[in-house]
């Protein structure tokens, strides 16, 4: 993560600093979860898979236990089986 934080190109350090706020602010990462998951359909969680992927590795329980909620019902319901295997090693990743 500091690779891209401290990256000498300024749009890459962009997405450092947003990988980093995801991993370790529970109410920036609670928003984004709100968003990727309400009605937009299984392609936005397409867009949203680096996303989930940095926070299905935070330490804070209250960004996992959301994640875990919401990945518990989607992982499931998903019509498109790429994403639906992808949600399932999230969902596995923040239960355990």
């Not at 959301?66 to 949600?87: G, H, T, V």
Request: with cysteine.
């Amino acid at each position: 993560m500091n690779d891209f934080v401290f990256h000498p190109n300024g749009r890459i350090r962009d997405i450092g600093k947003l990988f980093r706020r995801l991993k370790d602010s529970p109410e920036f990462a609670s928003q984004q979860i709100r968003h990727i998951f309400d009605a937009g359909g299984d392609w936005k969680l397409c867009d949203a898979m680096p996303l989930l992927h940095v926070m299905s590795m935070s330490t804070n329980e209250r960004t996992r236990k959301m994640l875990s909620r919401n990945l518990k019902r989607k992982r499931i319901d998903c019509q498109i089986s790429d994403i639906r295997e992808n949600l399932q090693i999230f969902y596995n990743r923040v239960t355990k």
